[in-house]
């Protein structure tokens, strides 16, 4: 990977997102249109193509993803946008169990990047009512929600984690960004499909929360579904985890398989809002995909600038690290 296709190339944070950054107006945006962005198609054709069913992204592109290399506080940054996902890639094996090849591309890029930060971000469905559309949740674990066709799979329902402190020097001024964008959050044009959707507070105060924090206990995780899950007021999601998405536990489980993994952490914006239980399932569903639909642009900007903040900060943290080895 690296610069150029370098497979000797050494980075310090590397970040992976399922929108890309390119898509984004926060701080650390490499400046370029994603269509500047160089392919990752390192052993696609002959390890992983096999693997990927026939819903896969990546077989119309014919790669694994793009990237691109910029600089935050003096670090060197991978920026990453994924086409491997866990529940679209999925496909059946000979021995009845489903392929996961975003895992193999988590570990290939590790090994090919070196990075000692793995951060990974995007969209997610929120689960605590206490959450509001546009929030941030950034945790240091991850867990395997499925019930589709990962049902049985060996880490079904395992937490993977990474034991570092997250560092939160940059946290304020992170929130004082977000709260500029937090406008793009109310559409002038459309409206949800039941005037009571959310079970969270009607105003986008746009928070981040860290596990650990504000009463959530250490290595909350996030939750990765194979399925398009939501959580509700009624269905207390917010017992098992922080937020729910797709992917983020494969990294984790990756991790778990090397000797000596990078450090790492998920950063999910809200997407949805958490989805009032009160609702026929029917109208729970539009009303998640609505949210998701409008506004997961503009919560990923909340995400990419709250991503910014922990790069940022631990810019800080090696640069003194580095002082203090010279005196």
């Known amino acids: 990977m690296g610069v150029r296709g370098s497979s000797s190339a050494h980075f310090d944070i590397l970040h992976s997102s399922r929108t890309g950054w390119d898509r984004c107006i926060g701080r650390g945006d490499p400046g370029h249109p994603g269509t500047t962005w160089y392919p990752y198609a390192k052993n696609f054709v002959q390890d992983f193509k096999p693997l ?4 896969g992204p990546s077989l ?9 290399a910029t600089q935050i506080n003096g670090l060197r940054v991978l920026v990453y946008k994924t086409e491997l996902h866990m529940h679209e890639d999925a496909k059946k094996l000979p021995d009845g169990s489903y392929s996961l090849p975003i895992k193999d591309m988590f570990k290939q890029m590790i090994a090919d990047a070196n990075p000692r930060v793995f951060l990974t971000t995007g969209t997610s469905g929120g689960v605590d009512c ?14 395997f929600f499925c019930k589709n066709d990962f049902d049985n799979a060996p880490f079904n329902h395992k937490t993977f984690s990474s034991q570092w402190t997250i560092p939160q020097t940059y946290k304020a001024e992170a929130v004082k960004l977000m709260q500029g964008y937090a406008g793009n959050l109310v559409s002038q ?3 949800p499909p039941a005037s009571n959707c959310g079970c969270s507070p009607a105003a986008h105060p746009t928070q981040i929360y860290y596990d650990a924090q504000d009463s959530i206990p250490a290595f909350h995780p996030i939750l990765t579904t ?11 999601l917010d017992l098992q ?7 983020d536990a494969t990294l984790g489980l990756a991790c778990s398989e090397l000797q000596s993994p990078p450090l790492w952490a998920c950063i999910r914006n809200l997407s949805d809002p ?6 026929t399932e029917a109208q729970q569903g539009n009303c998640a995909e ?5 506004f997961g642009y503009w919560t990923t900007v909340m995400s990419a600038i709250a991503t910014w903040s922990v790069i940022a900060g631990w810019g800080d943290q090696t640069q003194h690290a580095k002082a203090k080895a010279k005196r």
């Open 52 to 55: 990927i069913g026939p819903k």
């Open 60 to 68: 119309q592109s014919n790669r694994l993803g793009s990237y691109f």
């Open 130 to 143: 206490s959450m509001s559309l546009g929030d941030v949740a950034v945790s240091r674990a991850a867990m």
């Open 189 to 191: 044009k459309s409206h």
């Open 226 to 236: 194979d399925f398009f899950e939501f959580g509700t007021s009624t269905n207390r």
């Open 241 to 247: 985890g922080m937020a729910v998405e797709m992917d």
């Open 274 to 279: 958490t989805i009032n239980g009160s609702l």
């Open 290 to 294: 609505y949210y998701y639909t409008k």
